[in-house]
């Protein structure tokens, strides 16, 4: 299947700095990005779609100034995760998916985010 | 508002038996339903799919079975191998605006024993 990256695969930092995560299709052209956080024992919670050269559509309850997202091209969208806080800590995963339907989403293998 | 809900945390199964894991949805926008496998440290992989238009599709050893008037289905491993152990994740997408958009259940940690 295709492959998606993610990096880093887990990243500790300070509260109050800000974190940026980078996913990217390596085979493939996503002409949509998904981001997910995942807290233990729970399900992947949608945060936000992306779409190639247009701003990302975030989920109710996600605060688009918090949570940054960039979808420069048809193969990488970061997130970026500005001035953490511990309550920030959790899994983030990215998914792409390219010119199908949904199962044509593939997923990157996440980020660990800690904030101390 | 959990919409999409495995109610088993976990399962466990002899190798050769058959594994059976089991979704409940509760919006009815809901018409295409997928399962993934997850291993630890990497990201979901899509198994397989069904649309609402049809109550079973089967693909090898893994069957899904939709009931669409109890909001409810079901994966089927047969015959369950050890490495089919996983966490298992059922998800949901609409059409329309939403589409592409999945609603994952929590999970169901599958432990097939030799």
């Known amino acids: 299947g295709a492959v998606v990256s993610q990096h880093p695969s887990r990243v500790i930092c300070k509260s109050g700095t800000s974190v940026k995560i980078e996913c990217r299709s390596l085979?493939?052209?996503?002409?949509?990005m998904f981001w997910y956080r995942q807290f233990p024992k729970q399900s992947l919670m949608l945060m936000a779609t992306?779409?190639?050269?247009?701003?990302?559509?975030?989920e109710q309850g996600v605060e688009k100034d918090k949570f940054l997202i960039n979808h420069a091209s048809l193969t990488l969208s970061t997130l970026t995760v500005t001035s953490a806080h511990p309550e920030d800590s959790s899994f983030y995963i990215c998914?792409?998916?390219?010119?199908?339907?949904?199962?044509?989403?593939?997923f990157g293998p996440g980020t660990r985010l800690l904030v101390l | 508002d959990q919409q999409v809900k495995q109610n088993s945390p976990s399962l466990s199964v002899q190798e050769g038996r058959i594994s059976i894991l089991n979704c409940d949805y509760t919006n009815s926008m809901f018409d295409y339903f997928l399962w993934y496998k997850k291993y630890p440290a990497e990201g979901p992989t899509f198994l397989i799919s069904?649309?609402?238009?049809?109550d079973k599709n089967e693909d090898g050893r893994f069957t899904v079975f939709l009931n669409k008037s109890a909001k409810h289905l079901s994966l089927h491993i047969v015959p369950s191998q050890p490495g089919d152990s996983a966490v298992y994740f059922c998800a949901a997408s609409a059409g329309g605006t939403s589409y592409g958009k999945l609603t994952f259940g929590q999970g169901t940690i599958l432990t097939v024993h030799p």
């Open positions: 069904i649309s609402s238009i049809k």
């Open positions: 085979d493939f052209q996503a002409t949509t």
């Open positions: 992306s779409n190639e050269g247009s701003k990302a559509t975030y």
């Open positions: 998914s792409a998916r390219g010119f199908g339907g949904a199962e044509t989403q593939y």
